[in-house]
């Protein structure tokens, strides 16, 4: 299909490649030509681009006019983005993505994990499309995908995640397969919800990664352009002002007022009502479930664990309840 033809998707959250690297890639498609097929969504009159932004980009520096494409149809519009996401953390390094697109990457990719049926098929053809011989044609890789979609796709890596994922926690494979803890993977998660200006500053370090996840808890968008408007106006934001946003936000007592007196500094402290409360637990309790070689880090991972399981039993016992009435 024709490059004029694509038309670019609104989701779009990737950033083009530029320097050695769209270089390389120029080069490569001069010499090879573009092997592997780009991925459009045919919706409506439209062929919206989801899967091939740096190979159309290049292509066109290299003097192409078109390039081999599978054309997906009957797409939900989450199971776009979902394509989108997918294709770029299985064609990228982890590493290479900033940090926005990280956590909007991880935050579809979860999403993905924790639902069944056609989203699960789409992992298990992007599967398909990504590890096809290079030197296929358009037509072979078209083969491949109506095998998936026949359901003769064979066992790969993304079907092995999802039969397992009903027995691990998703945010734990997640953590797993991009090095990252678990905590880490639910805070990106969150931070996937902040709007574009402001992941915007938390790529560019005015925000940082704490700051970025307090945030994220001002789940009212007009609050989080307020504040914007108000960063862009030449305000601060520091982690204790974040923190303050944070303690707001989830008590529901933010406003635009609260906004201005947080960021000009004229509300500086949480209410003591607000501040999670700590406590110590004895030696002697501490003595009778662990051993002295355990570290700190195992004993307070398997305290939250058992904490878990303790409210999930609590969680399932009042659903029985309610059921029987």
């Known amino acids: ?63 192409l006019k078109k390039a081999p494409v599978v054309i997906k149809e009957n797409l939900s519009h989450e199971e776009a983005v979902l394509i989108m996401a997918e294709t770029n953390l299985r064609q990228r390094s982890f590493s290479d993505l900033s940090e926005s697109e990280r956590a909007f990457c991880l935050k579809q990719h979860y999403d993905a994990l924790k639902s069944q049926g056609k989203r699960t098929d789409l992992l298990n053809e992007l599967d398909e499309l990504l590890n096809s011989d290079d030197n296929a044609g358009a037509s072979t890789v078209s083969e491949s995908v109506t095998r998936s979609q026949n359901g003769e796709t064979p066992e790969n890596e993304a079907s092995t995640v999802s039969k397992t994922v009903t027995r691990f926690r998703t945010d734990e494979k997640l953590g797993e397969k991009y090095g990252l803890n678990r905590d880490k993977v639910a805070k990106y998660v969150r931070i996937a919800g902040l709007i574009p200006p402001l992941l915007e500053r938390f790529d560019r370090g005015e925000i940082t990664f704490l700051a970025a996840y307090d945030l994220s808890f001002i789940q009212n968008t007009e609050y989080q352009e307020i504040l914007e408007e108000y960063l862009q106006g030449g305000y601060c934001l520091d982690a204790k002002k974040a923190a303050l946003f944070h303690s707001c936000a989830k008590e529901g007592n933010l406003t635009e007022k609260i906004v201005a007196e947080i960021l000009s500094g004229r509300k500086r402290e949480i209410v003591e009502s607000e501040k999670p409360k700590t406590f110590r637990l004895k030696p002697t309790v501490i003595s009778r479930y662990f051993t002295p070689v355990q570290s700190k880090k195992e004993i307070e991972e398997t305290i939250e664990k058992a904490l878990e399981l303790y409210f999930s039993k609590d969680e399932m016992k009042e659903q029985t309840v309610v059921k029987s009435n």
Not at 26 to 45: A, M, T
């Open 1 to 63: 299909m024709e490059f004029d033809q694509m038309k670019p998707f609104s989701d779009h959250r990737f950033k083009l490649y530029t320097g050695k690297r769209l270089e390389d890639m120029v080069d490569s498609i001069r010499n090879y030509g573009i092997l592997q097929p780009l991925i459009l969504w045919h919706r409506r009159e439209e062929y919206i681009l989801l899967s091939g932004y740096n190979r159309r980009n290049a292509g066109i520096l290299a003097g």
